[in-house]
């Protein structure tokens, strides 16, 4: 399996407190994606990176910042957490722009109390 | 229309059948197809990727229908294993933007014995 990491796995939280999860690669790959998925919704990208200190956003990226200060680490910071950011949080990697697919890590499954 | 629509289903398959679901897309530009598929409460995995001339992959067959806009997935002598969610998945378009591939909702699939 693709070398991909995030932490923690699991994280209960308060409202209003900032929190940051972690994705480590060890591929080189080039793209780094976060995505959060709830029940109806599917698969939602927050932000995503084309290389270090190049970041964009997704459809769902309010309360949502990232950085890449190195190829194999894509931090998403929640500036403020709130119930609705709830959700389980998957990084995933790619060498291209989605040609070959990208590779999931196992997630971080956040709760906001 | 949506960019990708599945039939969320679910699927309720006796062990032993075949079951085929289909997708459809709305970018007619696309040129990566691939299907993932999602076990509960853990991240997707690439099943296979969908190539134009048809393809596959032991009990599992993709097609591609470019002029209709739709993927389609065939089990065959299914397992209880099978028993997921199957996401189809697409680039958004033909190499333009690192935000790659628009990823359905899921097709949920029960294997029953």
Redesign the interface.
Known sequence: DAGITQSPRHKVTETGTPVTLRCHQTENHRYMYWYRQDPGHGLRLIHYSYGVKDTDKGEVSDGYSVSRSKTEDFLLTLESATSSQTSVYFCAISPGQGWTGYTFGSGTRLTVV | RKEVEQDPGPFNVPEGATVAFNCTYSNSAS??F?W?RQDCR?????LM?VYSSGNEDGRFTAQLNRASQYISLLIRDSKLSDSATY?C?V??ES?G?????T????THLIIQP
């Open positions: 040129q990566s691939f993932y853990k991240e997707p995995k690439l990727s996401l998945v680039n958004k190499g933007g690192a935000d790659g591939l990823f359905g909702k899921g």
